[in-house]
């Protein structure tokens, strides 16, 4: 059943495409063949965090003279709130991408099993 879908539906693009009637009633400006990749994304960028506890750590710095061993509790905050966000940014990234492959890993796949090169 589903072979004889996509049957028809070749027969009806090669009718589209034919000079039956004088011109084609489409006229691809690129050939109807998928490519072999995809185009590689930029993740998108996500909102600051820790923008108080690094604020605070600066502030310290700047009031004892860039003295570390003074602004220690500062900078444990700060590594921490980064620690948390950071793990919460795993936990999220993992959750969103179950089910869909990143670019690279559909490349790879494209190239392993490429399609015909000829057009419908």
Not at 2 to 29: C, Y
Not at 69 to 98: G, H, I, P, W
Request: hydrophobic share 35%; net charge positive; charged share 25%.
């Amino acid at each position: 059943m589903a072979g004889q879908g996509g049957l028809l539906f070749q027969q009806k693009v090669s009718r589209m495409l034919s000079r039956h009637n004088g011109k084609p009633v489409l006229k691809p400006n690129r050939p109807l063949v998928l490519k072999d990749y995809v185009a590689s994304r930029k993740p998108k960028k996500g909102e600051a965090t820790c923008i108080t506890e690094m604020s605070v750590m600066m502030a310290c710095w700047k009031e004892n003279n860039f003295v570390d061993s003074l602004c220690s509790q500062e900078m444990n905050d700060f590594y921490t709130c980064v620690k948390e966000a950071q793990a919460a940014l795993r936990t999220e990234s993992l959750k969103n991408t179950q089910g869909r492959l990143s670019p690279q890993q559909a490349n790879t796949l494209l190239l392993r099993f490429p399609n015909p090169r000829r057009e419908i």
